[in-house]
């Protein structure tokens, strides 16, 4: 099984920016659709944004143009570049590839607060 690793949250001021990292260990990697979601106590978890493998990427309406997802197939990694960040923001956030077929890892936890 596969068991995505996320690193990079923390605590932000809204405004402020944050960089996700999330390593997936499968060399199988670069074939796969990887996607950034997120989660608050008390909701389902939500798709944020993907990246397919020839770098197209999509986003859900609430953070185009502030959250950018990129990807690097040689060391099987994934990241989210959360820049303009708002209180909405806060949540767990977790890295899967878009079929949702790895092992879901920890998560890392985003606050964003003043």
């Known amino acids: 099984q596969v068991r995505p690793v996320e690193s990079g949250g923390g605590l932000a001021q809204p405004g402020g920016s944050l960089r996700l990292s999330c390593a997936v260990p499968?060399?199988?990697?670069?074939?796969?659709?990887t996607a950034w979601y997120r989660q608050t106590p008390g909701t389902e978890r939500e798709w944020v944004a993907l990246?397919?493998?020839?770098?197209?990427?999509k986003y859900i309406d609430s953070v185009k143009g502030r959250f950018f997802i990129s990807r690097d197939n040689a060391n099987r990694m994934s990241f989210l570049q959360m820049n303009d960040l708002k209180p909405e923001d806060t949540a767990v956030y977790y890295c899967?590839?878009?079929?949702?077929?790895?092992?879901w890892g920890q998560g890392t936890q985003v606050a964003v607060s003043a």
């Open positions: 990246v397919d493998i020839a770098n197209s990427e």
């Open positions: 499968t060399d199988s990697f670069r074939f796969y659709t």
């Open positions: 899967n590839n878009f079929a949702e077929s790895w092992e």
